[in-house]
């Protein structure tokens, strides 16, 4: 099922909120954490009331499944509201850092200056398709952007629309009820709409998750700006897992049947889907990977739109020169059941550009290697993303060291014996990488760092107390740790 076409937002209607936005953005600047904590709270406990009836219109305009998968994705969706709360309790967030003034100070004296973290502004949010709660209306940039004190105009995504909607009418009226400015969120429809927004002097930063060609595009527009703007999008991902010969002899099958588990959950649609896999020569797996997608049920995509990109990949994957079919797909409308491929070390190297991007759907390439030095080869020549994976045996230890710095290079989060999909949202969280993976690989989306993005620091200069800001004053209001004279003070 195809979701409705949503209307493009009226110029004026547009304008009006992204003026509303600006008049919005100091006091939630004003606010205090505790405050915007409660904010959060309030929000998180207005989309748990209302669960029933947002995952079932999803479910109507996604095709995925209500339990476990919305139901989950909107429990989590929850949980990284309420966690950011517990950020903004915390306080080390501001990053504050007072330097009294020191006569002696051995590069000449010192004045007294401090600094911390402040909201960067009214911020454009570009909603994701493939998790129409966790990274769209209400998800992490929508979470943390208001964390930080910014207001959120969030450019719905078109294929919900209708959730997009109802996500943002609920969450607005708990922010309102809770104390919130008004300005503080709103939701705009249409392509248009969102170039025009991004465009606007109005919007201090952008986030976007999608496509490596709309990211890219966004991304450039941001920075064509007469004044550009930090754009922290998140693009495509082909995360490959090496997969070493001890691996293979301790525990061959079981690695089958996690990789497939792996690239067909979802349908493929997530981010993390392990794209590539590096197998040794010899691994003698093909009947246990064959095993392990024999009788997969058909999963439906998002929308016919991306069905259509998949089986376009899907038939560019097959054609490509040394490329072999392991596991056939099926397709039954918008719905496939899983390919997976193989080819040699040699016709990686030397195919076609094809075989090192993301084809978004339940489809994997496994590769075969003969050597370590072939292996790290091969990582050296592979575009970076978000995930790298290494199954690998402890008494491995110093034939797997060379790998890691390889792994390192092309990753913003390196896995040993796991797998990458299932980004848990936590404090130590990275889901970011280098270029094409992300516009900003010093940053995450994920995780309660994904609040960096939206602050910035100012310094405050030989100013007396009354006029500091709070965080900075000499009593310390807000009880926050921080770095004083150069030492860290944890309340």
């Keep these: 099922m195809s979701a409705e076409l949503a209307h493009e937002t009226e110029a004026a209607e547009l304008d009006r909120v992204l003026a509303a936005a600006a008049q919005a953005a100091p006091a939630l600047a004003g606010s205090t954490p505790a405050e915007r904590a409660g904010w959060l709270t309030a929000a998180a406990d207005a989309l748990d009331a209302a669960a029933d009836e947002l995952v079932v219109l999803a479910a109507e305009e996604t095709n995925l499944p209500e339990s476990p998968r919305l139901r989950g994705e909107l429990k989590r969706t929850t949980f990284q509201l309420r966690l950011f709360g517990q950020v903004l309790t915390d306080g080390a967030f501001l990053r504050a850092t007072v330097d009294h003034a020191d006569p002696d100070w051995p590069m000449g004296p010192r004045p007294d200056i401090r ?290 710095a390889p792994l390192a290079r092309i990753a913003g989060r390196v896995l040993f014996n796991d797998w990458p999909t299932g980004v848990t949202v936590t404090w130590a969280q990275q889901h970011g990488g280098p270029y094409p993976a992300t516009t900003a690989p010093t940053t995450t989306s994920v995780g309660t760092a994904a609040i960096d993005r939206f602050l910035r620091p100012v310094a405050w200069q030989g100013f007396p107390d009354a006029l500091l800001p709070p965080a900075l004053r000499e009593d310390n209001p807000w009880r926050l740790p921080r770095r004083t004279d150069g030492s860290p003070q944890i309340l």
Excluded: W
């Design 115 to 404: 600094r911390v973290l402040t909201p960067i502004g009214p911020v454009l949010v570009f909603a994701a398709s493939n998790f129409p709660f966790a990274f769209s209306t209400a998800g992490g940039d929508t979470a943390s952007a208001l964390a930080a004190g910014c207001p959120v105009v969030l450019k719905a995504h078109p294929g919900h629309p209708r959730l997009s909607d109802l996500t943002g009418r609920i969450l607005l009226t708990a922010l309102r009820e809770a104390g919130a400015p008004e300005g503080v969120f709103a939701v705009v429809h249409g392509r248009e709409t969102g170039v025009t927004a991004l465009k606007d002097a109005r919007i201090s930063a952008a986030s976007f998750t999608g496509s490596v060609p709309g990211g890219r595009a966004l991304f450039d527009i941001a920075n064509a700006r007469p004044v550009p703007i930090p754009f922290y999008g998140e693009l495509g991902s082909v995360n490959p897992v090496v997969v070493t010969p001890g691996a293979v002899r301790a525990r061959g099958e079981e690695i089958a049947k996690g990789y497939a588990a792996s690239f067909t959950l979802g349908a493929g649609q997530f981010c993390t889907k392990p794209g590539l896999v590096f197998l040794p020569d010899e691994h003698g797996l093909d009947t246990a990977l064959k095993s392990a997608l024999d009788g997969a049920a058909t999963q439906q995509m998002l929308n016919d739109r991306i069905a259509g990109g998949y089986s376009e990949g899907v038939a560019a994957l097959r054609s490509a020169e040394g490329v072999e079919v392991v596991s056939e797909s099926e397709a039954a409308g918008a719905g496939f059941t899983p390919t997976l491929l193989k080819t040699t070390a040699e016709n990686f190297a030397k195919g076609a550009e094809v075989l090192r991007h993301e084809c978004f759907g339940p489809a994997s390439l496994v590769i075969t290697y003969s050597s370590q030095e072939e292996l790290i080869g091969l990582l050296d020549g592979l575009e970076p993303g978000l995930t790298a994976t290494l199954h690998a045996e402890e008494s491995e230890v110093d034939d797997v060291r060379p790998l890691l």
